[in-house]
T-cell receptor
Framework: EAQVTQNPRYLITVTGKKLTVTCSQNMNHEYMSWYRQDPGLGLRQIYYSMNVEVTDKGDVPEGYKVSRKEKRNFPLILESPSPNQTSLYFC???????????FGPGTRLTVL | SQQGEEDPQALSIQEGENATMNCSYKTSINNLQWYRQNSGRGLVHLILIRSNEREKHSGRLRVTLDTSKKSSSLLITASRAADTASYFCATDAWSNTGKLIFGQGTTLQVKP
């Protein structure tokens, strides 16, 4: 089944404890992206990747890192999480930039 | 930056009725996409309309695009209780980044 998977789906952590949210797609998509969704602010792009080893900042990249060493994986790294990073995170992929995007199920992160 | 503004914010109808949601945006676009999100879950792509298209259909969905007015509408005909969800428009500007800018969404409730 063609899909985007994210892990974990739910995570409660404490300020400063490094964490990684994994994202994987099995559709051989070139383009991958991370969004966060917050009430009243909607979905905002954090980082995106046009292809392997090519990543760039979105609208709200502060406090996040990404890597794209393989085509299928695009992990989101929070080196030192803070409470303002409490949010619902979505990974998405598409064949190429500008095409329809396929979203993962989301990761609900709470930083205490 | 917020690109899409959706109207209404919330809509409640009876099963069998039609639902119309509107989206306005600010800058030139490559395409406009509509997504559905069930409460707290991942977004599902519904339809993509390119800037040179005026209307597109997919099953019970009809999307129009008026680039002169910078607006789009999504019509769901013969609605069902299962259509209850939030609906978002997202614009892909001519940025070559593939970034989607989402509106705040319309929450649709279809009463059985």
């Amino acid at each position: 089944e063609a899909q985007v998977t994210q892990n974990p789906r739910y995570l409660i952590t404490v300020t400063g404890k490094k964490l990684t949210v994994t994202c994987s797609q099995n559709m051989n998509h070139e383009y991958m992206s991370w969004y966060r969704q917050d009430p009243g602010l909607g979905l905002r792009q954090i980082y995106y990747s046009m292809n392997v080893e090519v990543t760039d900042k979105g609208d709200v990249p502060e406090g996040y890192k990404v890597s794209r060493k393989e085509k299928r994986n695009f992990p989101l790294i929070l080196e030192s999480p803070s409470p303002n990073q409490t949010s619902l995170y979505f990974c998405a992929s598409s064949l190429q930039a500008g095409n329809e995007q396929f979203f993962g199920p989301g990761t609900r992160l709470t930083v205490l | 930056s917020q690109q899409g503004e959706e109207d209404p914010q919330a809509l409640s109808i009876q099963e069998g009725e039609n639902a119309t949601m509107n989206c306005s945006y600010k800058t030139s676009i490559n395409n406009l996409q509509w997504y559905r999100q069930n409460s707290g879950r991942g977004l599902v792509h519904l339809i993509l309309i390119r800037s040179n298209e005026r209307e597109k259909h997919s099953g019970r969905l009809r999307v129009t695009l008026d680039t002169s007015k910078k607006s789009s509408s999504l019509l769901i005909t013969a609605s069902r209780a299962a259509d209850t969800a939030s609906y978002f428009c997202a614009t892909d500007a001519w940025s070559n980044t593939g970034k989607l800018i989402f509106g705040q969404g319309t929450t649709l409730q279809v009463k059985p």
